[in-house]
């Protein structure tokens, strides 16, 4: 999958524009505060209907507008002659999407997939997987379990579709469940088919995260040592609840205190990993910058899983790489991504910094940013 261009009207301080990409890397420079964060931030809202920013849209709307729209076209290689789901074809056999996002202010996004409405954002990560790396992500080891469970089901979403219908029926019966609760002294009976329901996609669920935190942990040792890190890593999953203990049994044994306290205490929206480097946990034995190549690794790890059980390649959405990685590391990544063959963006302060570290073969552009302003250089 590749945007081959987006058009951007009213979106954070860029100027209204069209931006075409090379289908491989793309080098976007400028002075912190010029619009590169806005630019990747555009790219991601266009994959999954939602900013890694902020949740506020007054924030991402220019001031003094009201809404602002984003349109990209997108195409993947495909091994069929004929499409399906209507997806478009072009002449040299890719499937093409024109996608088109509208948000107004105290209204809902309009999201359109081929001219078609949706009413789903998840459909949009089905049609560009795209992973992220930005500041926040560098506190998947340090910070709390919310990050490190999207993490985890980042890629049990793309490499299990059934994983989704799961999740969808676990969360809406939790939320049934835990309106229940609120109301203060309830009868097991009126909680009975919730917690049934619950029951049945929890087991779902903590397969699909189990098996796929199984095949991630190779792949993640894997990358290390191609970018020249010597470190063992093991990562232990934690499902939300005993692992001993069927989760009816928990079910009811927690009753009386969920009660008390209005909500679910356990269960898979409670689920966890944590990461190990030799039987010790990573976040308290390795450095700063052994931190920073581990999480690039497992992102990068869930790229090539991706690509080895679906021949689907993600896109790379990478922010301001030389504030996060030393000349060395930088080196070893950006000949990785360069090997990767799929489409990456990466924002850089300094060009210098990194445009050295690949190779003249690679199809490649080079863009500055200037006053919200993106100009293609080279």
């Not at 590749?2 to 954070?12: D, E, G, P, S, V």
């Not at 399906?84 to 202010?105: T, W």
């Not at 949009?124 to 080891?141: G, R, Y």
């Not at 690509?307 to 590391?329: F, Q, V």
């Amino acid at each position: 999958m590749a945007h081959q261009y987006i058009t951007l009207k009213n979106f954070r301080n860029l100027v209204d524009q069209k931006v075409s990409f090379s289908p491989f890397i793309n080098i976007v420079n400028g002075k912190n505060g010029s619009g590169k964060s806005s630019l990747l931030e555009s790219l991601y809202y266009l994959s999954v209907g939602k900013s890694f920013r902020s949740a506020k849209l007054d924030t991402i709307v220019q001031h003094d507008t009201s809404a602002f729209t984003l349109f990209s076209l997108s195409s993947r290689r495909s091994s069929n002659s004929s499409s399906s789901s209507g997806r478009e074809l072009s002449s040299n056999n890719e499937q093409q999407y024109r996608v088109g996002i509208e948000r107004a202010k105290n209204t809902n996004a309009l999201i359109k997939v081929n001219g078609d409405f949706i009413r789903s954002a998840t459909q949009l990560a089905n049609i560009s997987p795209t992973l992220l790396v930005e500041p926040e992500t560098f506190e998947l080891l340090d910070g709390g379990p919310n990050n490190r469970r999207r993490y985890m089901d980042w890629g049990v979403f793309h490499v299990e579709h059934n994983f989704s219908r799961a999740w969808k029926h676990y969360t809406k019966s939790l939320k049934q469940r835990n309106t229940l609760l609120r109301r203060g002294r309830i009868d097991r009976t009126e909680i009975a088919p919730w917690d049934a329901q619950m029951i049945k996609s929890s087991k779902w669920i903590d397969e699909y995260r189990r098996e796929y935190i199984v095949s991630l942990v190779p792949v993640i040792n894997e990358i290390l040592s191609i970018l020249n890190q010597s470190m063992d890593v093991d990562i232990s999953y934690y499902r939300g609840w005993d692992k001993k203990t069927d989760y009816a049994t928990v079910l009811g044994n927690v009753f009386d205190r969920d009660c008390k306290s209005g909500y679910s205490h356990q269960g898979p929206h409670r689920a966890d990993i944590r990461i190990k480097t030799g039987g010790r946990y990573a976040d308290e034995v390795l450095s700063r910058g052994q931190k920073k190549i581990l999480i690039f690794a497992m992102i990068l790890a869930q790229g090539k899983i991706l690509n080895d059980r679906l021949n689907r390649k993600s896109i790379y959405l990478i922010d301001d790489i030389s504030a996060e990685l030393d000349t060395e590391h930088r080196k070893n990544l950006c000949s990785y991504l360069e090997g990767l063959e799929t489409q990456v963006i990466l924002t850089v302060v300094d060009k210098a910094s990194i445009f050295p570290y690949f190779s003249e073969g690679i199809e490649k552009r080079m863009f500055h940013v200037e006053h919200g302003k993106v100009s293609q250089v080279n």
